[in-house]
């Protein structure tokens, strides 16, 4: 990446004081771009699922790892749940989606309550395997809640056979005028294709380990065992591990770091497979140069940024992301290792200027709490606005949940140093309320980007990037007006 015209910024840089400027290109096209990252964690676009509470679980990692990046397990989660999470993953289709079953006397209250588990909307009806029926919100409409399933259910349900290419089950679907229809292989139900998801499948190549299976990762904090964790991870079939605090450049880091490449080294001797450890957060050279001597392949890149982090108004420390993210690649480079940049970003833009500056991948947090695939329940405001709570992993929610093992006073005295908000109401985009839909916008601007770059790759794009420096009114014109002035 280069500065327009030359010119060196005499101060950091947030993402929004940043623009980039078309170059001459060659890339005519967006399906030219390959957005694979070359970080050893398998994603085929630059995305990562930030290990929060509130954003990642097993939905959001089975999707988004369809889709080609990859999600992170939280720290807080107990390490029994992280290992079913984790099987559950890697036992979901690579095409087809998982599907929210119900077997035939189940009541329309609960039906209802688990339609949005799945952006596809529709509830398969079961019995011996066999799907007998589709329930929509609209079956519901009016129906007294104890009412059974069986008796409100769509029974003319056209399926489609398992092993076709993605393209026929396209035609199949939007012949029949359908959105979703069940996949069968004798008789039984393997799963459930879409539409839209026979057509992503043509756009995106799914994030796999070497058996084909869908990649996820889980994060360690630096406290406790942390040896006998990573290892219970590295058992539990993880593809990344994440060594996480949020001042990631401290001596307690760089002790536990060892102690987690040792049982990955273990692990790869028996395996013949080397799982890569990423480690943070970190915003400075130095920081990236001591955790990657201490054994880290990825440095994870962000002090304060994120939309649920209140550390820079509470403590002052920090710094602004762009900035962070350039020193830092270009540290991480010279030591053959990769950073992910982490937080700070709300638009596609700001994921292309992260990669302009050298990440290896996009940690995205907040952005994709509101979204159906996210843990938390989905709520409705006063105004009929749906929306998912969510909250920051020092806030005292969060710190509630990782000290939940302590003693009474111990949690009491930690509770009174939590940081970061315990609430955010994260309203679902009506447009986009999948963390796919997420994916196609952030992927479709940020291949756009390329081609405006000239670039191919993700080596490419950091390369040949020219960034240059906009005061407020310049990113201000840049904004879209959604009614006239």
Known sequence: MEFLNGLQPSHDLTYSDVFMVPRRSEVTSRFDVDLSTGDGTGTT?????????????????????????????????????????????????????????????TTVGEALSLLPKRAHGALVVVEDGRPLGLVTERDGLEVDRFTQVQEVMSTDVRTVAAGLDPRDYFD???????????????????????????????????????DGRLVVGAAVGINGDVRAKAQALLEAGVDVLVVDTAHGHQHKMLDALPLVREVRDEAAARTGRRIPIAAGN??????????????ADIVKVGVGPGAMCTTRMMTGVGRPQFSAVLECAA????????????????????????????????????????????????????????????????????????????????????????????SSRMYLDPERPGVEDLVDAIAAGVRSSFTYAGARSLPEFADRAVVGLQSSAGYDEGRPLHRSW
């Open 45 to 105: 676009i630059p995305l990562v699922v930030a290990n929060m509470t509130a954003i990642s679980g097993r939905r959001m990692a089975e999707t988004i790892a369809r889709r080609g990046g990859i999600a992170i397990i939280p720290q807080d989660i107990p390490l029994d749940v992280v290992a079913a999470t984790v099987q559950r993953v890697k036992a979901a289709h690579t095409l087809y989606d998982t599907p929210v079953t119900v077997p035939p006397t």
């Open 172 to 210: 199949a679907l939007a012949g029949s005028h359908l959105a979703v229809a069940p996949v069968v292989e004798e008789d039984r139900m393997v799963g459930v294709v879409t539409r839209t998801g026979a057509l992503r499948s043509t756009l995106y190549a799914p994030a796999t380990d070497p």
């Open 282 to 295: 970190v915003v400075s050279a130095d920081g990236v140069r001591d955790l990657v001597a201490a054994g």
């Open 331 to 422: 540290a991480a480079g010279e030591l053959g290792a990769h950073v992910w940049a982490d937080g700070g970003v709300r638009y596609p833009r700001d994921v292309a200027l992260a990669l302009a500056a050298g990440a290896a991948n996009v940690m995205i947090g907040s952005w994709f709490a509101g979204t159906l695939e996210s843990p938390g329940d989905l709520k409705v405001d006063a105004d009929g606005r749906a929306y998912k709570e969510s909250f920051g992993m020092a806030s005292s929610r969060a710190v509630a949940n990782r000290t939940r093992d302590a003693a009474g006073f111990e949690r009491a005295r930690m509770a009174l140093f939590e940081e970061g908000i315990s």
